[in-house]
């Protein structure tokens, strides 16, 4: 069978989605998938971002990575979204690129993707299940298979028992980055599952 096709779409301003969507990398290649990194293009103004030190190096520091676009999502078997979480609810940025997909979806080519999504925010109950839930509620509208973590490893556990998709605060919470890194990790190869196990059955059709 072919490669399992892995999109990682990810919005970060200081860049802690830009390390889980790196992590998820890791583990889908390790699990033999094909594998893109697209970040969300920044629409906040320059005056924002020079705001905090922190958004503008990371800015200027990520800008080689390719920008999202609707042929990532076309060409993906799968897709694994993170994106922070801006008052309970998916960063403008991420919004804005979900907004735009609506020619794909009208051709029907959204459906069937497998995707998962992950997310932060400032504190531990800052609505990191409140913007992934909105985010699987978008995928639901394309006819996407959504894959949560759920409790299917103990990973899910130790990073703080978010059965939706891996979140994470600023200030972790008492949990440690190695706690995070194997929940991301173990997200990303249950979605590369998933994923093979749906082309195999397109496949055989």
């Excluded at 801006?86 to 993707?113: H, S």
């Excluded at 800052?126 to 978008?138: C, K, N, P, V, W």
């Amino acid at each position: 069978m072919e490669k399992v096709k892995l999109a990682i779409v990810y919005y970060s301003a200081t860049g802690i989605n830009y390390q889980l969507a790196r992590w998820a990398e890791e583990a889908a290649v390790e699990s033999g998938a094909e594998v893109r990194v697209v970040r969300i293009a920044e629409t906040a103004p320059d005056a924002a971002i020079d705001s905090n030190p922190a958004w503008r190096a990371h800015y200027d520091s990520t800008k080689n990575i390719p920008q999202a676009g609707s042929e990532d999502l076309e060409w993906a078997d799968a897709v694994i979204f993170s994106v922070p979480t801006r008052f309970g609810g998916a960063a403008a940025q991420a919004k804005q690129f979900l907004d735009q997909q609506g020619g794909l979806w009208a051709q029907g080519k959204l459906a069937n993707k497998v995707v998962s999504a992950m997310s932060s925010a400032q504190n531990p109950h800052g609505g990191q299940e409140a913007t992934i839930l909105s985010l699987y509620t978008t995928m639901y509208h394309w006819g996407a298979i959504v894959v949560s973590p759920g409790y299917t490893d103990d990973s899910i556990f130790k990073a703080g028992g978010n059965p939706y998709g891996t979140s994470v605060s600023q200030g972790q919470d008492g949990k440690t980055v190695e706690d995070v890194e194997d929940a991301v990790k173990h997200q990303a190869r249950r979605t590369i599952q998933v994923a093979g196990w749906v082309k195999a059955g397109t496949q055989s059709n």
